[in-house]
């Protein structure tokens, strides 16, 4: 083989190597990008599961027993903001009344640049005369329970939880009465999880649903009579 032949095959190796590097280059950020996907959409797909199979159980409490809770308001939902929703819950847990659910977006220590869905729930306890409380979290013995509903959510977080009421009609107040809280028909629910943060080749992935909560024709008979 002469020289010019020589430099002929090496030419053609060389570009032959080049496509094969690009190809591979490429091969890999497909998969990288494939699995970024999923991995979000496993997070927001298991969060969202979760969180429309929660805030389904609000219940008023007078529709579980006779006993009542002295300090307690009598609406399912509590506390109504953008990243953090209370309520009373029929989870079956307690034969005494209610439980109380908070679900609330915090920052997750452990991920910089994350956010968590958690779940808290405070089981009631009895009191006299058919009475029932809820002990205060902040107070040492509170037994809180918690679990994390979803991870991997974009922090800082856009509002996670918005609410509508029985004609349909969005709440934008920030906070909202006691009326108005009476009159919650239904929760939008946004989730968006992003397994890389910070690295805009691996965008988030959002889920959104609207959870109806099914004693909201009971909410709307007490408080307009």
């Known amino acids: 083989m002469g ?6 095959a090496i030419g053609i190796f060389t570009l032959v190597m080049v496509a094969l590097g690009s ?6 950020r497909t998969v990288g990008q494939m699995q970024n996907r999923v991995d979000n959409a496993t997070q927001t797909e298991l969060g969202m599961s979760s969180t429309s199979k929660v805030l389904r159980t609000a219940v008023l409490p007078k529709q579980l027993d006779e006993s009542t809770c002295p300090t307690c308001e009598e609406s399912a939902v509590i506390k109504a903001t953008t990243t953090e929703i209370t309520f009373h819950a029929n989870l ?3 034969p005494i009344g ?3 659910v908070t679900l609330v977006v915090l ?3 452990r991920r910089a640049g994350t956010a968590v869905l958690e779940q808290r729930t405070i089981d009631p306890t009895a009191g006299p005369n058919n009475t029932y409380t809820f002990c205060n979290p ?3 013995g509170c037994r809180v329970q918690k679990r994390v509903l979803a991870r991997t959510l974009v922090w800082p977080t856009a509002p996670v939880f918005s609410y509508y009421d029985t004609d349909g009609l969005r709440m934008t107040a920030t906070t909202l009465s006691a009326t108005q809280k009476a009159r919650i028909s239904s929760v939008d629910v946004v989730l968006s999880a992003q397994a890389r943060p910070g690295q805009d080749r691996w ?3 959002t889920a959104v649903q609207r959870v109806r909560l099914p004693n909201v024709e009971i ?7």
């Open 107 to 109: 920052q997750d220590p």
């Open 138 to 140: 902040a107070v040492s």
């Open 219 to 225: 909410n709307v008979s007490d408080t307009t009579e």
């Open 23 to 28: 190809t591979a280059v490429l091969a890999i």
């Open 203 to 205: 965008g988030p992935l």
């Open 3 to 8: 020289l010019a032949e020589m430099m002929v």
């Open 98 to 100: 209610p439980s109380l």
């Open 92 to 94: 079956g847990r307690s």
